[in-house]
């Protein structure tokens, strides 16, 4: 059963950074993605960023160039370092995997892979 542990969320100001780990186990084989999602008060989950099988990174328009995902060699922990933060980015963010990578295609209320259970990011103006 994968296992996913958030954290490093917090409050901050406007133009801040933050730095959110996941800890990721479980899996037993095959390829995953892994990413971010986050869901602000009031409105639907959305992704913000993964990490495709291979490698490649892809972001939110409104994160790019601003945040920055990533992964440590053993692909235990994945990171998402935050910078230049705006009230916008207030949600929170959730950690997710999903073997068959379906970031682009993501609905609310798609049945997807696995979730964490959230670490909280507020940014005050």
């Known amino acids: 059963q994968v296992k996913l542990m958030e954290s490093g969320g917090g409050s901050v100001q406007t133009e801040g950074s933050l730095r959110l780990s996941c800890v990721a186990s479980?899996?037993?084989?095959?390829?995953?993605?892994v990413g971010w999602f986050r869901q602000a008060p009031g409105k639907e989950r959305e992704p913000v960023a993964h990490?495709?099988?291979?490698?490649?990174?892809t972001y939110t328009d409104s994160v790019r160039g601003r945040f920055t995902i990533s992964q440590d060699n053993k692909k235990i922990t994945l990171y998402l370092q935050m910078n230049n933060l705006k009230p916008e980015d207030t949600a929170m963010y959730y950690c997710?995997?999903?073997?068959?990578?379906?970031?682009?295609?993501?609905?609310?209320?798609?049945?997807?892979?696995?979730w964490g259970q959230g670490t909280q990011v507020t940014v005050s103006a």
């Open positions: 997710a995997a999903d073997r068959l990578c379906r970031w682009g295609s993501w609905y609310p209320g798609l049945r997807f892979g696995d």
């Open positions: 479980g899996f037993t084989g095959g390829t995953y993605c």
């Open positions: 990490i495709g099988r291979d490698g490649s990174t």
